[in-house]
């Protein structure tokens, strides 16, 4: 009789594991492989693998992992959930510890063992494991054991969004982009995972005792090992990295499988997966093409779009230079007189834009004939600050300008440009030749190129043969059209159901143009577009990327042949009309190029920004990092009137009155609704005989200081930031700290109802339930209603009963009711100040809507000085809400803070020498509603509508593109 | 912004009005009491792809998932050339609070406006919103209304029980199909026996008692959350099918807690922001009529003995005090956690919080309270799960096999320190 194993099967997301153990559960077999999405293929292999050693032995098994499920339903084979497998692994092998934190291709979990049982796993918004650190390794061009060994050699931690894969890839862009060392960047990666696992995980819970870490990414990682190790405290004692790791899993699952009844041979389990029927639940389109002679027509189609080329080494005459220094890309055009190209390049820049590019007008100059003259250069991009002073390129332009440019060269009556890059989706209407509206994609899609092509990688095949291979898919799968996270999952379920990669890569296609279609431009049909569509950027010179276009348009488009390089292009047309005396880098001077990069800290304001400093020879540099002028090195006063640093200033500063022998010290934190009420509330209980301290301003350190107590990961970021402000409030000494909830706002009239948003609202329930250092005693939040004296005066009697100070309410409260409106008074007339100035001073103003909490520094990023150094003068949506009856609307108008953007915006549509400029926080469901109908308000009187959307990201790279394109726009119109 | 078409009474006699699919159980029984009146009403049951593909299309994608279903689900059946644009009109409910919900009428009438302009949004509210677009109720089609809320309810809950441990499989559907049927008739006649509300119960116990069931075992889980995801098979990917596949007995509460919610709103809002007026006035004695019913089917059901009954609403009122105010009252507001405290305290261990990715009350409400509620019920396993056209179904189904599996592990979440 044969002796009794267990098998187990762990299949991940990226990896296949499988462990055999004895009776007496000791591991007598293991294996380790990637799967390349090939689930079946690959468990079979290993299966038969295992059937040449244990021939006619009997196994019970069991599956686990996340792409496992599917599998062992179809096959009929037990499963076992992983965190649960385990769990049971732990128990066997290291019975001692405390608690477990593993991190697999895609999944996050942890376990506690001790102090109660406690088994977690990483929501669905939370992606961004192993998967998220290849991606960032194929963002830096190299191999994930390259960045771990480059992690070992940083030198600083620079603060990476640790809440999603997407996030924490803008911020990361932008710092490669600056010339940040690698090193750093590497480390800051596996930093940003660390603090992901910790906050999204723990929720509080304090991670202590001996630590056991599982999964492929931290064995492997020793970088990732080591920020874990040092970011948790541990000892060597303390954190145990067990040497069967990357196969733990499959050993607790094996261990399940022993506790299991029936018995099989290899050679029956594999015959159960390979008869493994996929469910019939996955959701098919049609094909991108029907035949290949509807292909060939598509071909020759586009072919007509195409330039002339000159030869490099024959032609003479003036050329003219293009640069895009693209997000992931570097594209580099040189054209003659006549728009004929003598020279062009496209490549990932490897995130080092700047040595690219060097490297390749050092090949230009080289090859070019010595009778050709580089009359004008220009070059754009995120890159664009850096490339112009380091190579002393004659323009910089915006990328909104460049993209016109070149598109027009193809079709002067272009309608709609609409430009796939590597991370962004851009978007312009085009109305009496000049550009009408931008729309570009939000922070939380950016995969869209880029995703197309970590995708194809990561299946195993490189990019051109992949989007090949989708073009004559019989079935395309339907992969949904959210962000990059939840397009990993359903690709995932779409093979556990039977997808080939064929249909993968069509379905793919799709999806980056439902994203564009439906999210970044809203389109509501195809004739929103117009007639002329120009469609370019590196992704659409996938075939497949270009045929879903048209199909789901149901018109056919404009693609030039250079559709990569129309950015560079449309530079070297702007250079070539605007041409003096170039001053780019010579020859010569290229010779001796080099530059170093440094990093430092401005200490120009409490911002405290980190700055990369780029030393080039000859006492040139380039700073970057800076949020305002300060930290630029070339300080100039800015002189520009802005009421958001007014209003800031306003608030933060209040601390009027304070008694001399004050009953007790009332904390009020600077966040949410307090940014508007602060007025009222700091006069009310300074009249009633209490000291008032204010909260700290906001930083990002004031967000980890109360990260631990946020229970939903996926509220605003204002929201977030609350928690801290709290914790702050008790470290400075408060003996109570007041919060009221207000279902109800104030009633300025004009709307169907004065509602607060849910989320401020009711806020302080949250964060008394969360925060255990808050209690009924020391937090007071009671329910009160502003529009009604009677109603506040009983409420705070009530609350604040055990002061004994009935008989001072009320008149403390009118006299903070006098004071809230004197606030809002000094606020308007200050707003009709700053107008009469800009436009004494012929400045456009800019009307920043958003909400009262948007004026907090952290929040808004400082987006208000980059108007403010763009030259406009900026009010807020509250100052002039007031000038304007509310406008009809679509919508139920029924908030406070929402309603004043509507009478802003119609506000806005009455004068010409304003903008409006509407900033959202990320997570904000309202917006949703308000963001379209405050469009339809501006654009039915031909105002534009511009919408930065915010969170915790400190990356002002779009933001900046998006106002020099309207600054455009607007000079244009 | 253009006008909107109105419901005209005329209309009655040539529309067919379209009803999203909620609550499948319950909304049968509306639709023929709305027959009643006149109204011609029809449940729609497309759920495919295509639903979510309109939703996506017609509704900004930040919107919540609940919007972008029913709004996918109308433009669908429109699109299907099943309806006659020009005799068909749609039915959106609305509850008037200050979430994002009482907005989807509008984001409907938009998406409507581009295709089929001559089709009429109605709304279907208890707060006076749309005067003169809205279905128009007089006392007998209410009280009728909340006979088919409590008896709706005693089905789901008896359907419930019964499928997870019924021996011939199938057979509970068979029942509760047959009452459906009989429901909706008793509805539409004339006579006034569907007020008989003991005997109706009583027999519904009967009938369902007498479905043969085995003896095991199972894990009990019950399901909260936002009302849509809740309870819409369409948008929780068929959940109460996935616990019962899973060998599990799904225990959802009931619609009428969520009504009796509603009405206390308005009078709990009255107290606490002294703004005592006639509505309020009118919401209190509506909430007493509803309690003395609901009290009445607990009765029933105890004397009877086979099935669980709800949880008296008084006594989560009380449970809700103890994590957060009642005055949380946007979206499901407070009677979440109540309903989560309630659940744990009778012995439902097991809890998903199923809601729109994104949800703003639930921030708050859900994921906000779920540590303090287990704090005191610490063998309590609590799991969000979050519904949106682009999370998976594996993703989700993971994460509720991750809580089985806790639930299977004696000793697990018994917090010793």
Redesign the interface.
């Known amino acids: 009789m044969s002796k009794k194993y267990s098998l187990g099967i762990d299949v991940g997301s990226t990896t296949v594991k499988t462990v055999i153990i004895d009776g007496e559960n000791n591991i007598i077999y293991s294996e380790y492989q990637r799967h390349f999405s090939k689930v079946k293929e690959t468990v079979t292999a290993q299966l038969e693998l295992i059937s040449e050693s244990f021939p006619g032995d009997e196994f019970s098994v069991c599956i686990t992992g996340s792409a496992g499920l599917g599998l062992a339903n179809s096959a009929e084979i037990p499963f076992v959930q992983e965190v649960h497998a385990a769990f049971l692994a732990v128990k066997e092998k290291q019975p001692d510890a405390d608690a477990v934190i593993e991190l697999g291709g895609e999944d996050a979990k942890m376990i506690f063992l001790t102090g109660g049982v406690e088994q977690r796993m990483n929501g669905s918004c939370a992606g961004g494991t192993g998967a998220f650190i290849d991606q960032m390794a194929t963002l830096l061009g190299m191999t994930s054991d390259k960045l771990d060994e480059l992690s070992l050699h940083a030198e600083k931690v620079y603060p990476i969004a640790s809440r999603c894969g997407v996030f924490a890839k803008s911020d990361i862009q932008p710092l490669l982009n600056q010339g940040a060392r690698r090193e750093d960047i590497a480390a800051s990666i596996f930093q940003a995972v660390v603090d992901q696992t910790v906050s999204g995980l723990a929720q509080g819970r304090s991670i202590e005792g001996k630590v056991l870490f599982l999964g492929g990414p931290l064995f492997f990682l020793k970088g990732l090992r080591n920020a874990f190790v040092k970011t948790l405290g541990l000892d060597e004692e303390h954190a145990v990295f067990p040497e069967e790791a990357p196969v733990f899993v499959a050993y607790g699952c094996a261990l399940y499988a022993a506790s299991s009844g029936d018995t099989f041979t290899i050679s029956r389990i594999c015959e159960k997966i390979r008869n493994a029927h996929a469910s019939d639940s996955i959701v098919t389109g049609e094909p991108l093409f029907a035949s290949h002679a509807e292909y060939d027509e598509f071909i020759e189609r586009h072919k007509k779009f195409d330039l002339g080329y000159a030869d490099i080494h024959t032609y003479k005459g003036d050329a003219y230079l293009g640069i895009d220094a693209g997000s992931t890309t570097t594209k580099l055009v040189l054209i003659t007189d006549d728009g004929r190209i003598l020279y062009h390049h496209y490549s990932s820049n490897m995130g080092q834009p700047l040595d690219r590019i060097a490297e390749q007008l050092r090949r230009i100059y080289s090859e070019m004939n010595p009778d050709i003259t580089i009359r004008g250069s220009a070059v754009t991009g995120y890159g664009e600050d850096l490339i112009r002073s380091g190579l002393s390129v004659d323009h910089g332009i915006v990328e909104t300008v460049a993209h016109f440019k070149a598109a027009s060269y193809f079709c002067p009556e272009v309608d709609f440009i609409i430009d796939i890059g590597g991370q962004d989706i851009k978007c312009f209407r085009i109305k009496n030749h000049t550009i009408d509206s931008i729309m570009l994609n939000e922070a939380c899609s950016s995969g869209c190129g880029s995703f197309i092509q970590t995708f194809a990688m990561a299946m195993g095949y490189d990019i051109a043969e992949f989007s090949q291979l989708g073009l004559f898919a019989k079935h395309p799968v339907d992969l949904g059209s959210r962000c990059t996270v939840f397009m990993n999952s359903s690709v995932k379920q779409a093979q556990k159901d039977g997808a080939t990669v064929e249909d993968i890569s069509a379905g793919l296609s799709s999806s980056i143009i439902k994203n564009a279609i439906y999210k970044v431009i809203r389109a509501k049909s195809p004739d929103e577009l117009g007639k002329n569509i120009v469609v370019q950027g590196g992704t659409f010179l996938n075939d497949a990327v270009l045929r879903s276009f048209e199909k789901e348009l149901g018109r056919n488009v404009i693609r030039p042949a250079i559709s990569g390089l129309m950015g560079a292009f449309g530079c070297a047309l702007y250079a070539k009309e605007h041409c003096t005396e170039s001053s780019l880098i010579s020859a010569e001077e290229l010779e001796d190029f080099s530059y170093v990069s440094r990093s430092a800290q401005c200490h120009g304001c409490t911002a405290n920004c980190q700055l990369n400093i780029i030393s080039f020879g000859g006492g040139k540099r380039f700073i970057s990092g800076n949020r305002c002028e300060k930290g630029s090195g070339t300080a100039k006063k800015n002189n520009v009137p802005d009421l958001y640093e007014y209003k800031y200033n306003s608030i933060i500063n209040m601390n009027n009155g304070q008694p001399k022998n004050p009953i007790a010290t009332v904390g009020l934190p600077l966040a949410l609704s307090f940014y508007e009420q602060m007025p009222f509330w700091q006069t009310l209980f300074t009249q009633i005989g209490f000291r008032t301290i204010l909260s700290d301003e906001s930083s990002r350190g004031m967000y980890y200081l109360g990260q631990h107590t946020i229970p939903s990961d996926t509220v605003c970021y204002p929201a977030k930031l609350t928690h801290g402000h709290i914790e702050n409030l008790l470290d400075k000494g408060a003996d109570l700290i007041f919060y009221p909830c207000m279902s109800y706002n104030i009633d300025e009239g004009g709307s169907d109802n004065h509602f607060n948003c849910p989320v401020v609202a009711y806020y302080p329930e949250l964060l008394l339930a969360n925060n255990t250092r808050l209690s009924e005693k020391n937090f007071i939040h009671p329910y009160m209603d502003l529009n009604n004296r009677k109603n506040v005066i009983r409420v705070l009697a009530n609350s604040l009963k055990r002061f004994n100070i009935k008989g001072r309410i009320p008149a403390a409260v009118d006299t903070a009711y006098a004071a809230l409106e004197k606030y809002h008074r000094d606020v308007t007339d200050k707003a009709a100040a700053i107008v009469a100035q800009a436009r004494a001073e012929h400045r456009n103003i800019i009307v920043l809507a958003g909400r009262p909490y948007h004026i907090d520094k952290e929040i808004n990023h400082g987006i208000h000085k980059l108007i403010t150094s763009l030259g406009m003068a900026v009010i807020t949506e509250d100052s002039v809400a007031h000038l304007a009856q509310t406008p009809k609307l679509g919508v139920l108008n029924q908030w406070t803070y929402h309603s004043r953007l509507y009478r802003a915006a119609e506000y806005v549509t009455t004068q010409p020498d304003m903008q409006l400029i509407q900033l959202v926080s990320f997570g904000c469901g309202i917006d949703a509603v308000t963001g379209d109908e405050v469009r339809a308000i501006l654009e039915s009187c031909g105002k534009l509508y511009t919408q930065l959307k915010i969170d915790e990201i400190n990356n002002l790279g779009a933001a900046r593109i998006r106002l020099r394109s309207l600054v455009a726009a607007m000079q244009q119109a | 912004?253009s006008d909107y078409v109105k419901f005209t009474d005329e209309m009655k006699k040539t529309h067919t009005i379209l009803v999203p699919d909620m609550l499948p159980i319950h909304f049968k029984m509306f639709i023929s009491i709305f027959a009643c009146d006149g109204y011609r009403m029809k449940l729609l049951r497309n759920d495919s792809?295509a639903v979510v593909?309109e939703g996506?299309?017609?509704v900004?994608?930040?919107?919540?998932y609940p919007a972008l279903l029913v709004i996918g689900q109308f433009m669908d059946a429109l699109n299907s050339g099943k309806y006659d644009p020009d005799k068909t009109a749609l039915l959106i409910t609305q509850t008037g609070?200050?979430?994002?919900a009482?907005?989807y009428?509008?984001?409907l009438?938009?998406a409507v406006e581009?295709n089929y302009p001559q089709v009429p949004v109605l709304s279907l509210n208890f707060s006076g919103l749309e005067k003169g677009n809205s279905i128009k109720m007089g006392l007998p089609t209410l009280l009728k209304l909340v006979h088919a809320v409590l008896y709706g309810d005693l089905l789901m809950t008896c359907y419930n029980r019964c499928r997870a441990y019924e021996i011939n499989k199938g057979e509970s559907k068979k029942m509760l199909d047959k009452w459906v049927n009989r429901l909706c008739n008793l509805f539409r006649s004339d006579n006034k026996k569907y007020m008989k509300a003991k005997v109706v119960y009583n027999d519904i116990l009967n009938d369902f008692s007498s479905v043969p069931v085995t003896d095991e075992e199972k894990i009990r889980v019950g399901i909260v959350g936002e009302i849509y995801v809740k309870y819409s098979p369409l948008a929780n990917n068929h959940l109460e099918d996935f616990l019962i596949s899973e060998g599990c007995e799904p225990v959802v509460p009931s619609l009428m807690e969520f009504v009796m919610y509603c009405a206390v709103t308005s009078f709990n809002?009255a107290k606490?922001?002294?703004?005592v007026t006639m509505s309020s006035r009118i919401y209190r004695i509506a909430y007493r009529l509803l309690y003395t019913k609901q009290k009445q089917l607990i009765k029933v059901m105890k004397d009877h003995g086979v099935f669980e009954p709800p949880h008296d609403f008084e006594y989560l009122r009380s449970l809700a005090d103890k994590?957060?105010?009642q005055?949380?009252?946007?979206?499901e507001g407070w009677l979440i956690p109540a309903e989560m405290a309630a659940l744990a305290k009778s012995g439902v261990e097991n809890i998903i919080s199923a809601q729109p990715?994104?949800?703003?009350?639930?921030?708050?409400?859900a994921?906000?309270?779920?540590?303090?509620i287990k704090n005191d019920n610490?063998d309590v396993n609590i799991v969000?799960i979050?519904y949106?056209?682009?999370?998976?179904?594996?993703?989700?189904?993971?994460?509720i096999?991750?809580m089985?599996?806790?639930a299977k592990?004696p000793?697990?979440?018994?917090?010793?320190?």
């Open positions: 912004m792809r593909d996506l299309k017609n900004h994608n930040d919107a919540c609070g200050g979430c994002r009482s907005n009428i509008f984001l009438r938009k581009k809002n606490l922001y002294n703004n994590y957060i105010n005055g949380v009252v946007m979206g990715f994104g949800c703003l009350p639930n921030h708050i409400v994921k906000g309270m779920s540590r303090a610490p969000a979050d949106d056209p682009g999370a998976t179904r594996v993703n989700q189904e993971n994460r096999k991750l089985l599996a806790n592990t000793g697990s979440n018994k917090r010793s320190g």
